[in-house]
């Protein structure tokens, strides 16, 4: 009989941990960014700032430690150009390109 592992035995995932570099970043937003969910998208980047260092990441932005933080923060709806200046700070950059549908 094998031994039954408990969920809460389980180590937290933290995908921060394995943002090394610009592609794996770059890879990491492009992922969530398919979802198609807001909430994901504002996660994504706070996971990636904290990857990062925020201090970093606000000083970059121009943004204060406290507002980055409140931006970034589960639930929030941070301004387009807020998040524009982190993905700048981020180092990456949005491409549109063509879904494969037809426009009506």
Known sequence: MSEQIRVSELPDFDPA????DAEDIAGYLSAVLEEDDPGAVIEALGTIARARGM????R???LAREALYRALREGASPRFDTVLRVM???GVRLVAEPDGRQAA
């Open 17 to 20: 941990e394995y943002l090394r």
């Open 55 to 58: 201090t970093e990441i606000a």
């Open 60 to 62: 970059e932005s121009g």
């Open 88 to 90: 700048r700070a981020l």
